[in-house]
């Protein structure tokens, strides 16, 4: 049988329930090994009505995520919409990760340079003091919920301090995307609750238009275009916001929780990285392979093309799922084994190509300030009680990872 003689998914990816219980590999290690390009019918969860290609080898996952003029982010074929999650948006062509070439380099130029490493490793020293403050809080506690005492706070907390929107409005924001995510839609984040955070960014958007400081959203507001001298419109604005902020928020809090939940799986590996901590690089690209946050994207294929020998038409939606890629057992060795000694690691985590994620120095470098800190109070963590996910295929990780921590005997 070929793939395309199908009718029904062997597993609905479009149904949120199917990721509830966690990523499901067993699906993708069969989809890897007999169809590696595979045809998803339409289902009732479908948007658009549409079926979509899958593609979960790490090869053809690498060569659409480096190939951004066969495989658009913007959109191909008849489409007048498109984008890089499974529904068509209008917001293609506008935002960042939906653009192409050269539209999107323009844009990136505008955001580079807050998020180079060099200007990331100036916030160590805050990023430090406030993972401080969140163990401080929890010190006396028997246990704890990882997510939302240190996983969505930091992050949270930093995307604040980076863009600019004042610490007292963050968990009000962190609502509407927590809620934006848990909202059956066919959208990644569920419109009503991007609409207010659109309302929240217009509003600061005019303030900082008004009296800039020194975040990234003030260069971004009074940026202009090196070429014409044009500056941005409220709606290029918004769309930078509503990128940035879910992007910053919520991806590193599952790569956070997500190392916790692995270190109680492995907890030899904890007590490696206690005892060599010149582990730690290799240790936060494990951590990003391992929990890989954002699962899967969509591209658009703006001509006939081929893929393992099987035509792709112009207009078709093609996915690509780094979650598997990052497990395929032909580019990592012994890859359900958490290691956090892995070197090299060549994981798609971050994406790769003209779109490799911009936040990755940010990322790191919270993930290596809160395995350091959490390496120097404690000796490692058992479950504690709830272990939930968050029902989305597509921004995927903990919603509530309850642990008894393990006090260290002595401090490093
Ligand atoms: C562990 C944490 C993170 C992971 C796993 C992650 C993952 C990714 C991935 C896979 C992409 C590629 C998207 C594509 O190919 O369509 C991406 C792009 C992007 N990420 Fe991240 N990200 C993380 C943290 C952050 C943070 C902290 C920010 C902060 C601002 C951020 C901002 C962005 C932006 C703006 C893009 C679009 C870049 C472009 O299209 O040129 N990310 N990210």
């Not at 948007?47 to 190939?67: K, L, N, T």
């Not at 959490?374 to 029902?391: N, Q, V």
Request: include cysteine.
């Amino acid at each position: 049988m070929t793939s395309t003689a199908l009718d029904r998914p062997l597993l609905d990816l479009t149904d949120r329930r199917n990721f509830r219980d966690g990523f499901p590999h067993e699906f993708f290690i069969g989809l890897r090994a007999h169809m590696p390009i595979y045809w998803h019918p339409p289902t009732e969860f479908t948007p658009d009505g549409e079926g979509f290609w899958v593609v979960s080898r790490y090869d053809d996952v690498a060569a659409i995520q480096r190939d951004d003029k066969t495989y658009s982010s913007d959109k191909g074929g008849n489409r007048t919409m498109g984008g890089t999650a499974l529904k068509d948006e209008s917001g293609a062509g506008l935002m960042l990760n939906m653009t192409d070439d050269p539209q999107h380099k323009r844009l990136r130029a505008l955001v580079n340079k807050g998020f180079t490493p060099k200007a990331i490793r100036e916030l160590e020293g805050e990023i430090d003091a406030r993972m401080v403050a969140l163990l401080d809080a929890v010190a006396d506690a028997e246990t704890f919920d990882v997510v939302t005492a240190i996983a969505r706070e930091l992050p949270l907390q930093m995307i604040c301090a980076v863009l600019g929107v004042p610490q007292s409005d963050r968990t009000q924001l962190c609502e509407w995307i927590d809620l934006g995510i848990a909202t059956p839609s066919q959208s990644i984040i569920a419109k009503e609750y991007l609409d207010q955070i659109r309302d929240y960014g217009l509003e600061l958007i005019q303030e900082k238009r008004a009296r800039p400081e020194q975040d990234i959203l003030s260069k971004i507001v009074h940026a202009r275009f090196e070429e014409d001298g044009s500056q941005l419109d409220d709606r290029e604005l918004i769309a930078f916001f509503n990128l940035l902020f879910p992007a910053g928020a919520e991806t590193t809090r599952s790569a956070i929780a997500g190392a916790v939940q692995a270190f109680i799986e492995f907890p030899e590996e904890f007590k490696r990285l206690k005892r060599q901590p010149q582990l730690m690089r290799a240790a936060v690209e494990e951590v990003v392979r391992w929990t890989t946050p954002s699962v899967y994207k969509r591209r658009t294929a703006t001509c006939d093309a081929e893929i393992l020998g099987q035509p792709i038409r112009a207009g078709d939606k093609v996915t690509f799922w780094e979650m598997s890629a990052n497990r395929d057992e032909r580019a990592f060795e012994d890859p359900f084994r958490f290691d956090i000694g892995r070197w090299p690691n060549k994981h798609l985590g971050f994406g790769a190509g003209v779109h490799f994620c911009l936040g990755a120095s940010l990322a790191r470098m919270e993930l290596t300030v809160a395995l350091r800190n959490l390496c120097a109070r404690y000796d490692g963590f058992e479950p504690g009680g709830e272990k939930s996910w968050m029902p989305n295929n597509r921004l995927f990780g903990l919603r509530k990872l309850e642990v008894r921590p393990i006090k260290a005997r002595r401090k490093m």
